[in-house]
């Protein structure tokens, strides 16, 4: 099982992630990510599942049109860990490569 992070750890990972904010009273990390149009945002959604399929780490979305609102969080940890951090770099390079 994955170990959660500590505050400090926590903090010094989100100055990593652009957009990304704690939620879940430092539990979770949470991003809005807004596309062009659906199709964009889907095919965001689709490469990060299959990104959050092999680390075996899913997330908590929504998507509504051309948004989707993330949040990450390691519930057998009770709380944000390094798999979350890991995530969300992904996604944040997943979201450049769809936006083009």
Do not use: C
Not at 7 to 24: C, F, H, M, S
Not at 33 to 55: I, P, S
């Amino acid at each position: 099982m994955a170990e959660r992070l500590s505050a400090d750890a926590r903090k010094q990972a989100l100055g990593t992630l652009p957009g990304w904010a704690e939620v879940q009273d430092g539990k979770g990390i949470g991003k809005t990510f807004v596309f062009r149009d659906f199709n964009e945002a889907f095919g965001f959604m689709t490469r990060a599942a299959l990104t959050a399929e092999k680390m075996d780490h899913h997330p908590e979305w929504r998507n509504v049109y051309k948004t989707v609102e993330v949040v990450l969080s390691t519930h057998d940890a009770g709380g944000l860990t390094k798999l979350d951090i890991e995530l969300a770099t992904a996604m944040n390079a997943i979201a450049k490569l769809t936006q083009g």
